[in-house]
């Protein structure tokens, strides 16, 4: 389309010049009328009345100032004198990823953060004396500041945490929440419309992290220890006092006979239904103590000494 334009005005321009030196008026007027008809709308609509895509905005700069004037929405626009179109940059949703890794946390441990950002950039929005800093970074990108805003309020965050409610249960979520109302405070004076912030990922140093996971893995042990007393306790209440003492005296039996005391059980104490041991001379002999749970060999129910023996 370039090239057929620049062969048209050639030909028009070696047209009206051989009409001129010819002093044919006539053909140089109706050269001239064709010539307009021809390249005055394209001249309209590069020049006089722009058209902006739709999610974009047009940098106008003034031509002899080299100053930036406006911002143009989607749609036709009107030029004013002096005024041209540097750059359309696009306003539509997009997203930057990043990573911050200067951040600490309130006890000084170094954290090192991969987030995302999904931001939208809205024109009207700017600040009037940012204006023309914005436009000139959308001339090249507009990611270096959100880098750099980002990082800052990443810095802060988790400056304002330690390393406990950093590894919390849920941390994470509360962590972006709090990140995203910080950084769309941080962005709304330049236009950018913060739609979403992600923590992608929170890195700790390893001696921290085992640290924590043993602090985790001892939490879950009390948690487990209280939830089978809780257990114990509710078992236990279904019990009568006599119940009780009944399994007091068995427990202390069988703790009795672990240190290998031989002991007598006495029959009300029995709960189960399988058959009594063989029960030996001695302890036959110390069965007749009744009315008493713990039992010690007599002296006459033991076995003779053989010095004793030979002494009489």
Same mark, same amino acid.
């Given at each position: 389309?370039?090239?057929?334009?620049?062969?048209?005005?050639?030909?028009?321009?070696?047209? @009206? !010049?051989?009409? @001129?030196?010819?002093?044919?008026?006539?053909?140089?007027?109706?050269?001239? /009328?064709?010539?307009?008809?021809?390249?005055?709308? =394209?001249?309209?609509?590069?020049?006089? =009345?722009?058209?902006?895509?739709?999610?974009? *905005?047009?940098?106008?700069?003034?031509?002899?100032?080299?100053?930036?004037?406006?911002?143009?929405?989607?749609?036709?626009? =009107? !030029?004013?004198?002096?005024?041209?179109?540097?750059?359309?940059?696009?306003?539509?949703?997009?997203?930057? #990823?990043?990573?911050?890794?200067?951040?600490?946390?309130?006890?000084?441990?170094?954290?090192?953060?991969?987030?995302?950002?999904? $931001?939208?950039?809205?024109? *009207?929005?700017?600040? %009037?004396?940012?204006?023309? #800093?914005?436009?000139? +970074?959308?001339?090249?990108?507009?990611?270096? +500041?959100?880098?750099?805003?980002?990082? #800052?309020?990443?810095? $802060?965050?988790?400056?304002?945490?330690?390393? *406990?409610? /950093?590894?919390?249960?849920?941390?994470?979520?509360?962590?972006?929440?709090?990140?995203?109302?910080?950084?769309?405070?941080?962005?709304?004076?330049?236009?950018?419309?913060?739609?979403?912030?992600?923590?992608?990922?929170?890195?700790?140093?390893?001696? /921290?992290?085992?640290?924590?996971?043993?602090?985790?893995?001892?939490?879950?042990?009390?948690?487990?220890?209280?939830?089978?007393?809780?257990?114990?306790? %509710?078992?236990?209440?279904?019990?009568?006092?006599?119940? +009780?003492?009944?399994?007091?005296?068995?427990?202390?039996?069988?703790?009795?006979?672990?240190?290998?005391?031989?002991?007598?059980?006495?029959?009300?104490?029995?709960?189960? @239904?399988? &058959?009594?041991?063989?029960?030996?001379? =001695?302890?036959?002999?110390?069965?007749?103590?009744? #009315?008493?749970?713990?039992?010690? &060999?007599?002296?006459?129910? %033991?076995?003779?000494?053989?010095?004793?023996? @030979?002494?009489?």
């Amino acid at each position: 389309m370039k090239t057929f334009r620049m062969i048209a005005a050639l030909a028009f321009v070696f047209s @009206a !010049l051989a009409a @001129a030196l010819t002093g044919n008026g006539v053909v140089l007027g109706l050269l001239i /009328v064709a010539a307009l008809m021809v390249f005055g709308p =394209w001249f309209v609509d590069k020049y006089l =009345w722009v058209r902006i895509p739709a999610m974009s *905005t047009g940098l106008v700069y003034n031509v002899e100032t080299k100053a930036f004037s406006r911002f143009l929405l989607p749609g036709r626009h =009107w !030029l004013r004198p002096l005024e041209h179109i540097k750059k359309v940059a696009s306003i539509a949703p997009s997203f930057v #990823n990043g990573e911050c890794g200067r951040a600490q946390t309130d006890g000084g441990v170094a954290v090192a953060v991969k987030w995302s950002l999904t $931001y939208r950039l809205n024109p *009207t929005a700017v600040d %009037q004396e940012l204006r023309p #800093n914005v436009a000139n +970074m959308l001339l090249k990108s507009i990611e270096p +500041m959100l880098h750099n805003h980002v990082n #800052n309020c990443v810095t $802060y965050l988790f400056d304002q945490h330690t390393v *406990t409610t /950093v590894c919390d249960h849920g941390a994470r979520q509360r962590l972006e929440r709090e990140l995203r109302d910080l950084v769309a405070q941080r962005l709304a004076p330049f236009g950018v419309q913060t739609h979403r912030v992600m923590l992608k990922s929170i890195v700790l140093p390893d001696e /921290v992290m085992a640290a924590v996971e043993a602090a985790h893995k001892q939490e879950m042990l009390a948690h487990s220890e209280a939830r089978a007393l809780e257990r114990l306790h %509710q078992a236990v209440s279904k019990f009568s006092d006599s119940d +009780m003492e009944r399994l007091l005296q068995l427990r202390q039996l069988q703790e009795l006979g672990q240190h290998g005391v031989t002991l007598h059980v006495p029959g009300y104490a029995v709960m189960s @239904a399988q &058959p009594q041991p063989t029960v030996s001379h =001695w302890q036959s002999a110390s069965g007749r103590r009744a #009315n008493s749970h713990f039992y010690k &060999p007599l002296p006459s129910d %033991q076995a003779p000494d053989p010095l004793n023996q @030979a002494n009489n």
